[in-house]
């Protein structure tokens, strides 16, 4: 707040050299810049757009935890995790998962919210979903999607695949604080997918 307070201090002192040096144009010269302050924020809110997405994960023998990324579409050479715009009237849960199946078509059960994110263009919700089928044909097919296993949570052996898996992935913020919430939260998620596949499992045989 204050940073943005000193961002009006031109016009707070423009305030002041108009209304005089006395207490009454000290106070018009905080009340502008206060408001230039406020004015500020709200049309930087009323910009940023609102995202979705999403950390498609499956648990494999031994406890191992793997990721899948899709190709990057303004940088192929790199990858990226499934998020896009939230559309009007949609939850920020349904366009996650919405925009995991449109873009690496997978189709699972959604979990924990991961963290949110913020830049200058948008706000960030990411989640976990816990995949229980990878379809053939989806939406954007054309980019390439891979699964990178990262590993056994809390296990030095898996920082070469960490590693690895970091290098694979966008330098965008976004992506490479993504990839840190999900080791971060490493332990909790290998217990909620291998319940998830237990879950899945059990239905199936209904």
Known sequence: ????????????????????????????????????????????????????????????????LHVMLIRSRKYPAYFV????????????????????????GVTGKLGRCLGCLQDQKANTTMFALHVEEELSRFAEDWRSRRWYNIGVPQNAASQPQIKQTRAAISSKPIHQQTFDFVLEQSVELVRECEAAEIEARNRAKQ
């Open 1 to 64: 707040m204050f940073s943005l307070h000193f961002i009006s201090a031109e016009y707070a002192l423009n305030v002041l050299m108009k209304t005089g040096s006395g207490f009454v144009g000290a106070i018009l010269a905080v009340i502008a810049s206060v408001l230039c302050a406020f004015i500020w924020r709200r049309r930087s809110a009323v910009r940023l757009r609102v995202r979705a997405g999403c950390v498609p994960l499956r648990v494999m023998p031994g406890g191992q």
């Open 81 to 104: 995790f499934p998020a896009g715009g939230v559309e009007h009237g949609e939850s920020i849960e349904a366009a996650a998962a919405r925009e995991a199946m449109e873009e690496a």
